[in-house]
């Protein structure tokens, strides 16, 4: 059965419009020989090939977006960079946990604890391994942006591996310090003392912090 005319040349032109360069050679080749082929073997032709092309193509793709990452993570801190390094995230998987990394560190170099918050908070759902270390991020771009009940809301909601109770400890009690609470800020930098003994300056954090509940 004879396809109309203009079947054809409009498949063809739609193919040519979403052809990448670097696309599978063997796709290229069909959709090149389209017309001779006709339309019902080049159909099953590109039904065979199409897997490949498209893992071909991602493969394309996914090398070019690195490329960009790279162009941004090494270009100036600006609000914009960190607006194409979230939108890079957001729109490549492959490498969605690196653009936010880099948004992060051009976040913190403008300064913006809020944004580079946020930020963490979205590595730590997107990448299992790096949710600690992402989490504790979070609690101290919090603490920076001087969100002390929002950080000690986090430490105590997140289940944190033995390695980093020291860390989430030192968190705390700076959160306890910043919120007005030096009774908890006590406790937990004696806490931290049973971690961290001899340490001149927990001893002295613990008597400022003393001298002040007494004051």
């Known amino acids: 059965m004879e396809h109309p005319p203009s079947s054809s040349p409009e498949l063809l032109k739609s193919l ?45 793709q996914l090398s070019r977006a690195q490329e960009a990452l ?44 809020d944004q580079a918050a946020v930020l963490w908070s979205q590595v730590a759902t997107t990448s299992e391994n790096f949710r600690p270390v992402a989490t504790l991020g979070q609690v101290h771009a919090l603490l920076r942006a001087g969100q002390f009940t929002e950080a000690l809301a986090l430490t105590e909601q997140t289940d944190w591996p033995p390695a980093f109770r020291p860390l989430v400890l030192s968190a705390k009690a700076f959160a306890f310090e910043g919120a007005g609470q030096p009774t908890q800020a006590i406790a937990a930098y004696r806490e931290l003392t049973t971690l961290i003994p001899q340490s001149p300056y927990l001893d002295a954090k613990i008597a400022q912090l003393e001298r002040q509940v007494k004051s």
């Open 16 to 60: 040519e419009q979403e052809m990448d360069d670097d696309l599978h050679p063997v796709l290229r080749w069909i959709v090149d020989h389209l017309n001779a082929l006709g339309l019902g073997v080049a159909a099953i032709l590109l039904a065979v090939t199409g897997f490949t092309a498209f893992q071909h193509y991602r493969e394309i």
């Open 70 to 113: 790279a162009r941004l993570t090494q270009a100036p801190p600006t609000p914009q960079t960190v607006r194409d390094l979230k939108a890079m995230a957001q729109d490549e998987a492959g490498i969605r946990t690196a653009a936010l990394l880099a948004a992060i560190a051009h976040a913190e170099a403008l300064d913006d604890t």
